[in-house]
Every structure is written in structure tokens, then in C-alpha cells.
């Protein structure tokens, strides 16, 4: 059934790795109570099961906006925290999903939301990742690229020496390769006059290179038995719901590439929605709207900014989403 444009289910939409970086939401921590003690909560569990304080890595003295944020360690859980903070502090002022979208590790956050697993367990899972990563693969990384990803087809190094680790819409693809291939991999895309960005990764993920991590992810993973969602949740690799009968789903978001664009178009198959970006860079809803087409009853809305003015925005959204209905 289609929905009419004033009564648009809305959609929580989460990022993965890529979208952090330091200092993030740090307007909202000093002047907003529950998202600071989400981010408090989280990082009490933290210092107590992994001896580091997530918090001190990206609001710390040291931490200045404009350096990347890129030890994995403290990146994949501050992501979660960040993300799952500004969900709850959305809920207190109202506002409820009727479905949810994750990207890569944006599928924990929408997951834990939902109830599919817990907080806790989802936080320790995501902290814990970095390790196994680490023990098993070798160095790698990823690209965003500004351009159709049918160029990789196209280039006989790029398809020899990477893979595509996701395709967000018609012009935004990321490319996934090995240490040792990023710098040729960057130097064909300058040659094809193509706007690139390497991403604060250390590993290839959604491609081959992850692979060697697989059977020690699945055995971390096989003591978290997910439960049924409050609300459903999208997955950004299958375009469908997550199903929680489906014992190998924590490792295939790691594994599988990232299909934003599918995604978006299911949703928009079913009727569309009010896509609510709670990533920390805003990027999801840019994504979201290279997807939809001119007729779409569609809208997005972001939070979040790299440049401040989250306070703002977050009454400007909250009044916006409000009269949705």
C-alpha cells in the first residue's frame, strides 16, 4: 500500500565507518542531558571491558577537528555511541521510527535499537571487531568515488585491483582494496578525472580482503542471538528487512557490499518515507536524495553536521518531522 505524502513512515537511517570524526556532536553532549548520558553510559562500559575511555578519543584535548579519526579501536564504537545517543535523544523529544535503515556498522545501531539485540551486547560486539580485524586480515582500505561505478567494469586495474565494496547512487560508489593497491588504485581514478576520497579505514572491508576474518567474527558473533524487532529494519546489503533467523547476519554486514541505492529504491517501491539522518556527518540523507527521483513524496532530514549548529538543527528537525503527519 503507497503512502500519502503527509503520512511518510519515518525512517532512522544510520551511517558506517567513514562518517566520524573528532569532536562530533559536541554541542549536543554540553547542552543536551540524554545524549550525554548515552555517551557517558556507553563509555562506563567501555573503560570497564576494554580499558579505554571512547570518549577522551574524539572529544579529548588532543582530538582537533580536521585530523582523521582513524584507529579503528575507538572509531567503531564511538560511530555506535554517537549514532545510538542521537536516536535516543530524538525518542525523548517525541519522535518514534515506524522502520529503520543501517549502512555497514549503522546495522548494529539500528538493530540495537530496534531490540534486536542489546545495547550492551551491541557496543561490546562493535568494540571488539577491531581485534579480530586486525589478527586475521591484512592492511587495506577503502575509496569513496564521485562517479558511476560502471567505470570499474571499465578499467582492467581497478577490477584487477580492488572490488566495489558498495554502490550509494547513480554517481557515489566506494571502491575496496589492499594497502598495497590503494596508491595505484587512486592514481587510475585521478587519470579518469574522477573526485575521490580514501576513507579513515585500516582494513578492505565488504570485499574479499575481510574474508580472512570471517570464521572468527562468525564464532564472536554466534553468541548473540537476535531477537524480534520493535520496528524493521533495512539492511543496505540485501534492500530488504533484516531477518533475525538468519545465523550469519552480524558477519554479512561486514562482508557484503553496501547497496544504499536498492535499498532506497524498495523503500520507495513500497511508498517512500521521511528519511531522519542521525549519522554524525549528515551523509546518508545526502545519499538518500541522488536516489530519488523528482516525483518522490520523499523527504530527508539531518541533525548532524561536521561544521556545528546541531543544537539548531536538531529543534529545526524535530519541528519538521513533527508535522509529518
Given at each position: 500500500?503507497?503512502?500519502?505524502?503527509?503520512?511518510?513512515?519515518?525512517?532512522?537511517?544510520?551511517?558506517?565507518?567513514?562518517?566520524?570524526?573528532?569532536?562530533?556532536?559536541?554541542?549536543?553532549?554540553?547542552?543536551?542531558?540524554?545524549?550525554?548520558?548515552?555517551?557517558?553510559?556507553?563509555?562506563?562500559?567501555?573503560?570497564?571491558?576494554?580499558?579505554?575511555?571512547?570518549?577522551?578519543?574524539?572529544y579529548?584535548p588532543?582530538?582537533?577537528?580536521?585530523?582523521?579519526?582513524?584507529?579503528?579501536?575507538?572509531s567503531?564504537?564511538?560511530?555506535?555511541?554517537?549514532?545510538?545517543?542521537?536516536?535516543?535523544?530524538?525518542?525523548h523529544h517525541?519522535?518514534?521510527?515506524?522502520?529503520?535503515?543501517?549502512?555497514?556498522?549503522?546495522e548494529?545501531?539500528?538493530?540495537?535499537?530496534?531490540?534486536?539485540?542489546?545495547?550492551?551486547?551491541?557496543?561490546s560486539?562493535?568494540?571488539?571487531?577491531?581485534?579480530?580485524?586486525?589478527?586475521?586480515?591484512?592492511?587495506?582500505?577503502?575509496?569513496?568515488?564521485?562517479?558511476?561505478?560502471?567505470?570499474?567494469?571499465?578499467?582492467?586495474?581497478?577490477?584487477?585491483?580492488?572490488?566495489?565494496?558498495?554502490?550509494?547512487?547513480?554517481?557515489?560508489?566506494?571502491?575496496?582494496?589492499?594497502?598495497?593497491?590503494?596508491?595505484?588504485?587512486?592514481?587510475?581514478?585521478?587519470?579518469?578525472?574522477?573526485?575521490?576520497?580514501?576513507?579513515?579505514?585500516?582494513?578492505?572491508?565488504?570485499?574479499?580482503?575481510?574474508?580472512?576474518?570471517?570464521?572468527?567474527?562468525?564464532?564472536?558473533?554466534?553468541?548473540?542471538?537476535?531477537?524480534?524487532?520493535?520496528?524493521?529494519?533495512?539492511?543496505?546489503?540485501?534492500?530488504?528487512?533484516?531477518?533475525?533467523a538468519?545465523?550469519?547476519?552480524?558477519?554479512?554486514?561486514?562482508?557484503e557490499?553496501?547497496?544504499?541505492?536498492?535499498?532506497?529504491?524498495?523503500?520507495?517501491?513500497?511508498?517512500?518515507?521521511?528519511?531522519?539522518?542521525?549519522?554524525?556527518?549528515?551523509?546518508?540523507?545526502?545519499?538518500?536524495?541522488?536516489?530519488?527521483?523528482?516525483?518522490?513524496?520523499?523527504?530527508?532530514?539531518?541533525?548532524?553536521?561536521?561544521?556545528?549548529?546541531?543544537?539548531?538543527?536538531?529543534?529545526?528537525?524535530?519541528?519538521?518531522?513533527?508535522?509529518?503527519?
Amino acid at each position: 500500500m503507497k503512502e500519502t505524502a503527509d503520512r511518510l513512515p519515518l525512517i532512522f537511517c544510520f551511517a558506517g565507518q567513514g562518517s566520524q570524526y573528532h569532536q562530533m556532536g559536541a554541542d549536543l553532549y554540553a547542552e543536551e542531558p540524554v545524549f550525554r548520558h548515552w555517551l557517558q553510559t556507553g563509555d562506563r562500559l567501555l573503560r570497564d571491558s576494554h580499558g579505554f575511555s571512547v570518549l577522551d578519543s574524539f572529544y579529548g584535548p588532543e582530538c582537533r577537528p580536521g585530523e582523521p579519526f582513524d584507529r579503528l579501536e575507538a572509531s567503531h564504537p564511538a560511530l555506535f555511541l554517537v549514532q545510538y545517543a542521537l536516536a535516543k535523544l530524538v525518542q525523548h523529544h517525541g519522535l518514534r521510527p515506524d522502520q529503520l535503515l543501517g549502512i555497514s556498522l549503522g546495522e548494529f545501531t539500528a538493530m540495537s535499537l530496534a531490540g534486536m539485540l542489546s545495547f550492551e551486547r551491541a557496543l561490546s560486539g562493535v568494540a571488539t571487531q577491531p581485534a579480530l580485524y586486525r589478527q586475521s586480515c591484512e592492511p587495506g582500505g577503502m575509496v569513496a568515488v564521485l562517479g558511476s561505478a560502471m567505470v570499474y567494469g571499465q578499467s582492467e586495474l581497478l577490477s584487477r585491483s580492488s572490488e566495489i565494496a558498495g554502490v550509494s547512487a547513480e554517481e557515489h560508489f566506494v571502491l575496496a582494496a589492499p594497502a598495497s593497491a590503494l596508491p595505484s588504485v587512486e592514481a587510475e581514478l585521478r587519470a579518469r578525472g574522477l573526485v575521490h576520497q580514501r576513507l579513515p579505514v585500516p582494513f578492505a572491508f565488504h570485499s574479499r580482503w575481510i574474508e580472512p576474518a570471517g570464521e572468527v567474527c562468525k564464532k564472536a558473533f554466534s553468541q548473540y542471538r537476535l531477537q524480534s524487532p520493535y520496528w524493521p529494519c533495512w539492511s543496505s546489503r540485501g534492500a530488504g528487512f533484516v531477518d533475525p533467523a538468519d545465523a550469519d547476519v552480524l558477519w554479512r554486514i561486514v562482508r557484503e557490499p553496501m547497496n544504499l541505492r536498492t535499498t532506497v529504491e524498495a523503500v520507495e517501491a513500497r511508498g517512500g518515507g521521511l528519511y531522519l539522518d542521525l549519522s554524525p556527518a549528515g551523509s546518508v540523507s545526502a545519499l538518500v536524495r541522488q536516489v530519488l527521483s523528482p516525483q518522490s513524496p520523499s523527504r530527508t532530514l539531518a541533525v548532524m553536521s561536521p561544521f556545528g549548529g546541531n543544537v539548531t538543527r536538531l529543534r529545526t528537525v524535530l519541528a519538521a518531522a513533527a508535522e509529518r503527519h
